[in-house]
């Protein structure tokens, strides 16, 4: 299923597994070959990260190299997650305040 970038940690590690089953399935990809499979898989607004990241490099703007599936997961990652998913939950709670009725 695509990736839309919804800042959701259970639909991107989902989509994760997705891929990772997708692929084991093929063989004989390289990581270029990888790499380019999944981001077809991108769409909304993670298609839009992945497309300007790729006219970045294409206009000589430095951006970090992505070679492999697992340098994708990272760098989506730190694009599309929420920030610290237990430090979020942390602040939550803080701001819980026990009322009585």
């Known amino acids: ?3 839309d970038g919804q800042r959701d940690d259970k ?3 989902n989509y994760f597994w997705d891929v990772e089953e ?9 990581d270029e070959a990888q790499v380019r499979t999944t981001a077809t898989y991108l769409i909304g607004s993670a298609k839009l990260w992945w497309r300007t990241r ?3 490099k294409k206009a000589g703007r430095v951006v970090t190299q992505i070679d492999t599936w697992d340098e994708l997961k990272v760098a989506l990652r730190d694009q599309f997650r929420l920030g610290n998913s237990a430090w979020v939950v ?3 709670l803080m701001d819980l305040k026990q009322s009585s009725k």
Request: no cysteine; proline share 5%; glycine share 4%.
């Open 1 to 3: 299923e695509p990736y």
């Open 11 to 13: 639909i991107l590690e």
């Open 22 to 30: 997708y692929l084991s399935n093929m063989t004989g990809l390289n």
């Open 54 to 56: 790729a006219e970045d």
């Open 90 to 92: 942390r602040l939550k």
